[in-house]
């Protein structure tokens, strides 16, 4: 056939080929009808940017028309700029699966239950009148967990506490529902009760089951249609605090990270069918796995090279609702990072300046477990400074084009096209300091819990 080409047309023809350019990623997202990953973190920069304080909700509500104790505590030192009281502040904020209820609670003892619309809006005020639930209890509490099964119910308890409340939103009282105790431990000595849970984690393909990790190292998990106390324990092989635990997607692992600096692993399957749930033959389960975190932090040698390692008491864990294989932990120096759990590495980490750069801050004296929280998208961490009043969010993308990432090439970064912002983590000032942060599971509204227990709305 080619002798009946004419050569000058096949020449011509060569020559005004069209090359191939890459597509506009915009109009792929319209054909394709779904984000390509790449371009989600590509936008990932834009999203950070765009947040910005929307309000702030003091915590001066009433009980039976005389302020709470939190609003007392509040008044009598935040209000008069005495910040030596530990027992001020939000220690554990927590949306409902569809975002309509946010439940706070304070160190002071306040549980109270907001309608999420009466806060959303940037110039709302917040009416105690419409809030769901606003409990003033007479002991500390420390964490607040919904079930995932049953939105209406709630969960909370403490350090100082051995009990495990849970209140029903749909009655009007200030009375749990049901209360489900740790199981005693019995020594040589007579009986010895253990005080204190640390955190809660509900099933979320069984309404009855529920776990929560106690101050000697044990993870109790209750079947509440049999007992009031736990049915299984799972233990660490050490009497040291666990600061919290996460079960997974699956329900099948949980995790849980000590005030040692070290992340348990346990499989729920085990080997045995879910009755030994609901047998306490088998009391004691010991981790499938148990890895210092230390150690791994001590594999990047960019961050050896520059820093000395060495255990740190862990805050927080919590599972990446858009990548499951990264559990990101919060550490009580202010540094965060993420581990991958297929590999057991350390992925990510981010290591702000210490403290004592900046000026004095009182609230790090404090005994304070800061917790962060994850968006509902684009792999991005929002966690409280430890040294200045406001939140970072931080680029936790699961590749190397993380800013965050142990093997990122700032060099190869800035030779991207002028036209492609390039990726980084934010800080944002805030009128207060940060302890404890939720996510609205859709639309990544975060709620702040601070010190002086005001609650701040930050928003796109």
């Known amino acids: 056939m080619e002798k009946f080409l004419d050569p000058a047309a096949a020449t011509l023809f060569e020559k005004t080929k069209s090359v191939k350019r890459l597509p506009w990623k915009r109009s792929l997202v319209e054909l394709n009808g779904r984000a390509d990953p790449n371009y989600r973190h590509y936008i990932s920069t834009l999203i950070i940017d765009s947040y910005s304080k929307k309000g702030a909700f003091p915590h001066q509500y009433h009980v039976n028309g005389e302020p709470c104790q939190t609003h007392v505590g509040w008044f009598m030192n935040a209000g008069l700029g005495d910040y030596s009281s530990a027992r001020q502040g939000i220690s554990s904020l927590e949306f409902d699966s569809k975002g309509v209820y946010l439940a706070s609670v304070t160190k002071s003892g306040c549980l109270t239950v907001h309608d999420f619309d009466n806060i959303r809006s940037p110039d709302s005020k917040e009416d105690e009148d419409k809030q769901l639930l606003h ?76 776990l929560a990790s106690d101050t000697s190292g044990v993870i109790n998990i209750w079947d509440r249609r049999v007992s009031g106390l736990p049915c299984l324990e799972l233990a660490t092989n050490s009497s040291g605090l666990l600061n919290s635990i996460k079960l997974s ?19 729920l399957r085990g080997g045995r069918s879910l009755s030994t749930f609901r047998n306490h033959k088998e009391e004691y389960h010991s981790p499938l796995i148990t890895m210092k975190l230390a150690p791994a932090l001590e594999k990047i040698s960019s961050l050896k090279a520059q820093s000395n390692i060495v255990p740190k008491e862990i805050h927080s864990i919590d ?23 297929n590999r057991l590495q350390v992925t990510h980490i981010h290591c702000p300046p210490p403290p004592w750069l900046d000026e004095p801050n009182d609230f790090a004296n404090l005994s304070y477990l800061r917790k962060p929280c994850w968006l509902p998208f684009n792999s991005i961490y929002a966690v409280g400074s430890l040294s200045s009043d406001g939140l970072y969010f931080l680029d936790f993308y699961p590749d190397s084009t993380s800013p965050c990432h142990v093997d990122y090439n700032e060099d190869l970064q800035s030779g991207e096209k002028a036209s492609i ?38 928003s796109q």
Not at 142 to 170: K, P, Y
Not at 249 to 267: M, T, Y
Not at 321 to 340: E, I, K, N, R, T
């Open 421 to 458: 912002r390039p990726k980084q983590n934010r800080h944002l000032q805030l009128s207060e300091s940060v302890t404890a942060c939720a996510a609205h599971p859709f639309d990544g509204t975060i709620v702040a819990g601070t010190k002086l227990s005001s609650l701040l709305v930050i």
């Open 249 to 267: 997607r699956d329900n099948e692992i949980v995790f849980g990270a000590s005030k040692q600096g070290s992340i348990f692993i346990w499989d």
């Open 135 to 210: 409990i003033s209890t007479s002991q500390q509490i420390d964490v607040v967990q919904w079930n995932l099964t049953n939105q209406d119910e709630i969960a909370c308890t403490s350090m100082r506490s051995s009990e495990i409340h849970i209140f029903d939103i749909g009655y009007i009282s200030s009375e749990p529902v049901e209360v489900l105790r740790k199981r005693p431990n019995i020594t040589v000595h007579g009986l010895n009760v253990h005080k204190g849970f640390s955190d809660i984690a509900f099933s979320s393909d069984d309404n009855s089951r529920l």
């Open 319 to 341: 599972i990446n609702p858009s990548c499951p294989y990264q559990l990101a932990f919060h550490l009580d120096d202010g540094w965060s990072g993420v581990l991958d759990t």
